[in-house]
């Protein structure tokens, strides 16, 4: 392996530094975004059974805040809930927008490196095609061996960058498609809180704990959320 890459030539170098930082981001992304520590399943269960038993105070509230992303998110549209639909909402997407760079972090450095790699291995084809070249003008054909490493420093280089950027690309989308189907999530799991707490028609999510069963009891759960987010703020 050491030889192989000896006789890649200098490019080697940027292009096994791309290869570790691939790994390392890839490693970092897949630990990173996992759907419970991004979107735990029941977080908005757990806060409305919060709100209905009159619990939500600012311990809660910093325990949802810390707990996850989507934690995050929803703490931000309780802390406004008070003041109406719309603004909760917008509560909601600012916190989302801050939570969304967050999952994107580091996708743009792996798709540069997907993009680069290849190139420095087309680089790598150059500068050995240069090499075999010059050596057929200053000595002619008949130095084999002269020839033979050059063309063995580009074709490895070339080899190295799309070994390289190949997986860092599929990676690249898969951790597109994982942020997407994330923020979708978030969307509808911050939606659920918000139609319980300013809907005007009975709440249906599976993912309740325990749903309010009555106009009233709906309610009576918007008032203690309005009491408890208040009590919150001061």
């Not at 490019?11 to 930082?21: A, G």
């Not at 993009?115 to 084809?125: F, N, R």
């Not at 061996?145 to 074709?155: F, H, K, P, R």
């Not at 309740?208 to 919150?232: G, I």
Request: hydrophobic share 50%; aromatic share 6%; charged share 15%.
């Amino acid at each position: 392996m050491v030889e192989i890459v000896m006789a890649g030539g200098w490019l080697m170098l940027p292009i096994i530094l791309c290869s570790i930082l691939a790994i390392a981001i890839v490693i970092e992304r897949f630990w990173t975004l996992s759907s419970n520590r991004i979107a735990p399943r029941y977080a908005v269960g757990q806060v409305w059974t919060w709100i209905k038993n009159g619990e939500l105070d600012s311990n809660k509230m910093r325990e949802l805040r810390m707990g996850s992303p989507l934690g995050q998110i929803l703490a931000a549209g309780l802390l406004h809930a008070r003041q109406g639909r719309q603004a909760m909402n917008d509560a909601i997407e600012q916190s989302a927008a801050a939570v969304i760079h967050e999952l994107e972090r580091y996708l743009s450095t792996l798709g540069t490196i997907a993009a680069i790699t290849p190139l420095l291995g087309l680089l790598g084809t150059v500068v050995g095609m240069i090499r075999v070249f010059t050596e057929i003008m200053i000595q002619g054909t008949g130095n084999a061996n002269a020839l033979a490493g050059g063309i063995s420093e580009a074709l490895i280089t070339t080899a190295a960058g799309l070994t390289v950027a190949i997986p860092a690309y599929a990676c690249h989308r898969y951790f597109v498609r994982k942020v997407d189907s994330l923020v979708l999530s978030l969307e509808q799991e911050s939606a659920k809180l918000v139609e319980a707490l300013h809907g005007d028609r009975r709440v249906d999510i599976k993912d309740f704990v325990t749903l309010p069963e009555t106009s009233a009891a709906r309610d009576n759960a918007q008032q203690q959320a309005a009491a408890s987010v208040e009590a919150t703020g001061s």
